[in-house]
T-cell receptor, first 115, second 115 residues
Framework: GDSVTQMEGPVTLSEEAFLTINCTYT??????LFWYVQYPGEGLQLLLK?????DKGSNKGFEATYRKETTSFHLEKGSVQVSDSAVYFC??????????????FGKGTTLSVSS | ETGVTQTPRHLVMGMTNKKSLKCEQH?????MYWYKQSAKKPLELMFV???????ENNSVPSRFSPECPNSSHLFLHLHTLQPEDSALYLC??????????????FGPGTRLTVL
């Protein structure tokens, strides 16, 4: 079945460092891909998405490119801030026939940024 | 109010209690979802409703009973829960529940503790 694999955390960085969180997926066809972020004590917020191969999603300085050839959707940010400390989830959308669609999530990667 | 709201934000209950979680979306969406987020597991899809009809029950125990009276409201009725049911319960909604670009938006979650 469809699945998402994220790099294990936690990731600990200093402010202004470069961030990469790896995400690879297994899926039938070419699903839409998402990154969600969860700040402490909150629900999930959509960070960015890409709906087809070579699409680049971007938001708040974060970027991720849908790579069909490597089945990857790595999250990057050039200069992280303390306020970026959160848990990041990679996800894909999967079809369940009559049941419609559902998200398959990776296990999440905790990012901790210090000043 | 905007987006997806959930009440209560925190709930503590005994194993013999009956309680309900409420979710409301103000986005004009037609699909709603319940997810469970436990400390040691990835996000798990529990139920899906499309146009008020339940289209997915992901092998959830019967002590969890969903209800969707209209496209804007979703409930999760709880009874005779177990301590291992303690988790963050997240509600989400999306425009149509079908289609490869359907994006889900999440509420802040209800933190449930079962004593």
């Amino acid at each position: 079945g469809d699945s998402v694999t994220q790099m294990e955390g936690p990731v600990t960085l200093s402010e202004e460092a470069f961030l990469t969180i790896n995400c690879t997926y297994t899926a039938t066809g070419y699903p839409s891909l998402f990154w969600y972020v969860q700040y402490p004590g909150e629900g999930l917020q959509l960070l960015l998405k890409a709906t087809k191969a070579d699409d680049k999603g971007s938001n708040k300085g974060f970027e991720a490119t849908y790579r069909k050839e490597t089945t990857s959707f790595h999250l990057e940010k050039g200069s992280v801030q303390v306020s970026d400390s959160a848990v990041y989830f990679c996800a894909l959308i999967t079809f369940r026939g009559q049941a419609g669609t559902a998200l398959i999530f990776g296990k999440g990667t905790t990012l901790s940024v210090s000043s | 109010e905007t987006g997806v709201t959930q009440t209560p934000r925190h709930l503590v209950m005994g194993m013999t209690n009956k309680k309900s979680l409420k979710c409301e979306q103000h986005l004009g969406h037609n699909a709603m979802y319940w997810y469970k987020q436990s400390a040691k597991k990835p996000l798990e899809l529990m139920f899906v409703y499309n146009f008020k009809e339940q289209t997915e029950n992901n092998s959830v125990p019967s002590r969890f009973s969903p209800e969707c009276p209209n496209s804007s409201h979703l409930f999760l009725h709880l009874h005779t829960l177990q301590p291992e049911d303690s988790a963050l319960y997240l509600c989400a909604s999306s425009l149509q529940g079908r289609g490869g670009t359907d994006t889900q938006y999440f509420g802040p979650g209800t933190r449930l503790t079962v004593l």
